[in-house]
Protein backbone atom coordinates (compact mmCIF):
# COMPACT_ATOMS: atom_id res chain seq x y z
CA UNK A 1 0.00 0.00 0.00
CA UNK A 2 1.38 3.35 -1.02
CA UNK A 3 2.63 5.95 2.01
CA UNK A 4 4.16 9.00 2.98
CA UNK A 5 7.46 9.07 3.90
CA UNK A 6 9.18 11.77 6.42
CA UNK A 7 12.51 11.65 7.25
CA UNK A 8 14.08 12.25 10.22
CA UNK A 9 11.93 10.66 12.57
CA UNK A 10 13.62 12.76 15.08
CA UNK A 11 15.17 16.16 15.19
CA UNK A 12 16.67 17.66 18.44
CA UNK A 13 17.96 21.14 17.51
CA UNK A 14 18.85 24.45 19.03
CA UNK A 15 16.94 26.80 19.54
CA UNK A 16 17.65 29.17 17.04
CA UNK A 17 18.69 26.75 14.44
CA UNK A 18 16.85 26.31 11.02
CA UNK A 19 15.43 22.75 10.32
CA UNK A 20 14.26 21.68 7.17
CA UNK A 21 11.86 18.40 7.41
CA UNK A 22 11.37 16.27 4.86
CA UNK A 23 8.53 14.22 3.18
CA UNK A 24 7.62 11.76 0.33
CA UNK A 25 4.17 12.33 -0.66
CA UNK A 26 2.30 9.41 -2.48
CA UNK A 27 3.28 9.61 -6.24
CA UNK A 28 0.17 10.46 -8.20
CA UNK A 29 -1.17 12.66 -4.97
CA UNK A 30 -1.68 16.64 -6.15
CA UNK A 31 -2.51 18.06 -2.26
CA UNK A 32 -0.03 17.96 0.08
CA UNK A 33 -0.29 19.36 3.46
CA UNK A 34 1.81 19.89 6.90
CA UNK A 35 0.11 19.93 10.19
CA UNK A 36 1.59 19.59 13.82
CA UNK A 37 0.58 17.86 16.60
CA UNK A 38 2.32 19.38 20.05
CA UNK A 39 2.48 16.70 23.02
CA UNK A 40 -0.52 15.98 24.48
CA UNK A 41 -2.99 18.23 22.54
CA UNK A 42 -4.81 17.73 19.10
CA UNK A 43 -3.27 17.63 15.51
CA UNK A 44 -3.44 21.32 14.24
CA UNK A 45 -3.23 22.77 10.77
CA UNK A 46 -0.28 24.30 9.15
CA UNK A 47 -0.29 24.76 5.59
CA UNK A 48 -1.56 23.16 2.35
CA UNK A 49 0.02 23.40 -1.12
CA UNK A 50 -1.13 22.95 -4.83
CA UNK A 51 0.66 22.99 -8.12
CA UNK A 52 3.47 24.82 -6.47
CA UNK A 53 2.18 27.49 -4.45
CA UNK A 54 0.25 27.82 -0.90
CA UNK A 55 -3.18 26.90 -0.98
CA UNK A 56 -3.94 27.95 2.57
CA UNK A 57 -2.31 28.40 5.53
CA UNK A 58 -3.05 29.01 9.33
CA UNK A 59 -2.58 31.60 11.83
CA UNK A 60 0.61 29.13 12.92
CA UNK A 61 1.98 29.09 9.71
CA UNK A 62 3.41 32.79 9.60
CA UNK A 63 7.08 34.33 8.24
CA UNK A 64 9.14 31.74 10.35
CA UNK A 65 7.70 28.48 8.52
CA UNK A 66 8.22 28.06 4.52
CA UNK A 67 7.68 24.87 2.25
CA UNK A 68 8.71 23.86 -0.82
CA UNK A 69 8.81 20.90 -3.40
CA UNK A 70 11.88 21.69 -4.53
CA UNK A 71 11.80 18.15 -6.91
CA UNK A 72 8.88 16.20 -8.49
CA UNK A 73 8.88 13.88 -5.35
CA UNK A 74 9.83 16.05 -2.20
CA UNK A 75 7.76 17.84 -0.19
CA UNK A 76 9.92 19.97 2.66
CA UNK A 77 9.02 22.10 5.66
CA UNK A 78 11.23 24.53 6.76
CA UNK A 79 11.19 26.32 10.48
CA UNK A 80 13.75 29.37 10.70
CA UNK A 81 15.20 30.44 14.17
CA UNK A 82 13.10 27.43 16.12
CA UNK A 83 11.92 28.06 19.42
CA UNK A 84 11.25 26.10 22.20
CA UNK A 85 7.79 26.23 21.28
CA UNK A 86 8.03 24.57 18.15
CA UNK A 87 8.77 21.24 19.58
CA UNK A 88 6.39 19.15 18.50
CA UNK A 89 5.02 16.04 15.90
CA UNK A 90 4.98 16.90 12.27
CA UNK A 91 3.22 15.29 9.89
CA UNK A 92 2.98 15.30 6.51
CA UNK A 93 0.03 14.64 4.29
CA UNK A 94 -1.31 14.22 0.57
CA UNK A 95 -4.44 13.60 -1.11
CA UNK A 96 -5.58 12.77 -4.68
CA UNK A 97 -8.23 15.38 -4.62
CA UNK A 98 -8.66 18.13 -1.44
CA UNK A 99 -11.75 16.76 -0.37
CA UNK A 100 -12.64 12.60 -1.30
CA UNK A 101 -13.13 9.12 -0.04
CA UNK A 102 -10.03 8.22 0.82
CA UNK A 103 -8.86 11.15 3.44
CA UNK A 104 -5.45 12.66 3.55
CA UNK A 105 -2.59 9.97 4.09
CA UNK A 106 -0.82 10.57 6.98
CA UNK A 107 3.13 10.01 7.31
CA UNK A 108 4.05 8.54 11.06
CA UNK A 109 6.30 12.24 11.21
CA UNK A 110 9.06 14.06 12.55
CA UNK A 111 9.42 14.45 16.05
CA UNK A 112 10.74 17.55 16.28
CA UNK A 113 12.87 18.50 19.86
CA UNK A 114 14.18 22.12 20.61
CA UNK A 115 16.69 22.73 23.32
CA UNK B 1 -14.28 29.21 13.22
CA UNK B 2 -14.84 25.15 12.71
CA UNK B 3 -15.32 23.49 15.85
CA UNK B 4 -14.81 19.63 17.05
CA UNK B 5 -15.16 18.12 20.65
CA UNK B 6 -14.77 14.28 21.26
CA UNK B 7 -15.89 12.61 24.45
CA UNK B 8 -14.76 11.18 26.17
CA UNK B 9 -11.62 11.54 26.48
CA UNK B 10 -10.48 8.38 27.42
CA UNK B 11 -12.31 4.85 27.37
CA UNK B 12 -11.63 1.62 29.17
CA UNK B 13 -13.09 -1.60 27.75
CA UNK B 14 -13.52 -5.43 28.00
CA UNK B 15 -12.37 -7.34 25.43
CA UNK B 16 -15.89 -7.90 23.72
CA UNK B 17 -18.08 -4.51 25.48
CA UNK B 18 -19.30 -2.77 22.62
CA UNK B 19 -19.72 0.98 23.09
CA UNK B 20 -19.52 4.49 21.10
CA UNK B 21 -17.32 7.41 20.78
CA UNK B 22 -19.03 11.18 20.17
CA UNK B 23 -17.90 13.62 17.94
CA UNK B 24 -19.58 16.78 18.30
CA UNK B 25 -19.07 19.46 15.66
CA UNK B 26 -19.75 23.52 14.32
CA UNK B 27 -18.84 23.96 11.18
CA UNK B 28 -19.61 26.71 8.93
CA UNK B 29 -21.19 24.18 5.90
CA UNK B 30 -19.77 20.56 6.01
CA UNK B 31 -17.88 19.10 3.23
CA UNK B 32 -16.97 15.74 5.08
CA UNK B 33 -16.62 14.61 8.76
CA UNK B 34 -13.61 12.20 8.82
CA UNK B 35 -12.53 9.37 11.74
CA UNK B 36 -8.88 8.41 11.70
CA UNK B 37 -6.80 6.27 14.40
CA UNK B 38 -3.98 7.22 15.67
CA UNK B 39 -1.22 4.79 17.73
CA UNK B 40 1.20 6.00 19.76
CA UNK B 41 4.12 8.10 18.36
CA UNK B 42 2.59 7.39 14.40
CA UNK B 43 0.56 9.37 12.18
CA UNK B 44 -2.93 9.65 11.60
CA UNK B 45 -4.70 6.30 9.67
CA UNK B 46 -7.83 7.02 8.17
CA UNK B 47 -10.86 5.11 8.19
CA UNK B 48 -14.29 6.63 7.11
CA UNK B 49 -15.32 10.19 5.76
CA UNK B 50 -19.03 11.39 5.83
CA UNK B 51 -20.58 13.21 3.89
CA UNK B 52 -24.45 13.90 5.19
CA UNK B 53 -26.38 13.56 8.07
CA UNK B 54 -27.86 10.17 7.85
CA UNK B 55 -24.97 8.30 6.22
CA UNK B 56 -23.86 4.80 8.00
CA UNK B 57 -19.73 3.67 7.22
CA UNK B 58 -18.36 0.57 8.07
CA UNK B 59 -15.54 -1.28 8.26
CA UNK B 60 -14.71 -4.33 10.69
CA UNK B 61 -15.80 -4.12 14.11
CA UNK B 62 -16.38 -0.51 13.63
CA UNK B 63 -19.35 1.62 12.55
CA UNK B 64 -19.47 5.81 11.97
CA UNK B 65 -23.01 7.35 11.60
CA UNK B 66 -23.39 10.95 11.08
CA UNK B 67 -26.35 13.61 12.49
CA UNK B 68 -26.31 17.40 11.30
CA UNK B 69 -24.52 17.79 14.42
CA UNK B 70 -22.43 15.08 15.67
CA UNK B 71 -20.86 11.66 14.56
CA UNK B 72 -20.63 8.17 16.62
CA UNK B 73 -17.98 5.74 16.06
CA UNK B 74 -19.50 2.19 17.36
CA UNK B 75 -17.02 -0.07 18.38
CA UNK B 76 -18.52 -3.90 18.26
CA UNK B 77 -16.85 -6.64 20.24
CA UNK B 78 -13.68 -4.76 20.48
CA UNK B 79 -10.30 -6.80 20.32
CA UNK B 80 -7.16 -5.69 22.45
CA UNK B 81 -5.42 -4.68 18.65
CA UNK B 82 -8.43 -1.87 18.70
CA UNK B 83 -6.53 0.07 21.32
CA UNK B 84 -5.18 3.66 20.05
CA UNK B 85 -6.66 7.00 20.08
CA UNK B 86 -9.59 7.85 17.53
CA UNK B 87 -9.77 11.07 16.20
CA UNK B 88 -12.36 12.98 14.85
CA UNK B 89 -12.23 15.47 12.51
CA UNK B 90 -14.44 18.04 10.02
CA UNK B 91 -13.29 20.12 6.59
CA UNK B 92 -15.49 22.94 5.58
CA UNK B 93 -17.19 22.75 2.52
CA UNK B 94 -15.70 26.13 1.47
CA UNK B 95 -13.28 23.87 -0.90
CA UNK B 96 -12.44 24.64 -5.08
CA UNK B 97 -9.52 23.19 -6.41
CA UNK B 98 -7.00 25.40 -5.44
CA UNK B 99 -8.34 26.73 -2.30
CA UNK B 100 -7.18 24.94 1.06
CA UNK B 101 -8.87 22.26 2.30
CA UNK B 102 -7.70 21.90 5.99
CA UNK B 103 -8.85 19.55 8.85
CA UNK B 104 -10.01 20.56 12.12
CA UNK B 105 -8.88 17.84 14.72
CA UNK B 106 -10.65 17.11 18.23
CA UNK B 107 -8.64 16.54 20.90
CA UNK B 108 -9.18 12.62 20.52
CA UNK B 109 -10.54 9.72 22.77
CA UNK B 110 -7.76 7.44 23.59
CA UNK B 111 -9.56 3.85 23.50
CA UNK B 112 -7.76 0.60 25.91
CA UNK B 113 -9.76 -2.48 25.40
CA UNK B 114 -8.28 -5.20 28.09
CA UNK B 115 -7.68 -8.81 27.18
Known amino acids: EPEVTQTPSHQVTQMGQEVILRCVPI?????FYWYRQILGQKVEFLVS????????KSEIFDDQFSVERPDGSNFTLKIRSTKLEDSAMYFC?????????????FGSGTRLTVV | EDQVTQSPEALRLQEGESSSLNCSYT??????LFWYRQDPGKGPEFLFT???AGEEKEKERLKATLTKKESFLHITAPKPEDSATYLC????????????????FGEGTQLTVNP
Open chain 2, 89 to 104: AVQSSYITETSGSRLT
Open chain 2, 27 to 32: VSGLRG
Open chain 2, 50 to 52: LYS
Open chain 1, 93 to 105: ASSEAPGGNYGYT
Open chain 1, 49 to 56: FYNNEISE
Open chain 1, 27 to 31: SNHLY
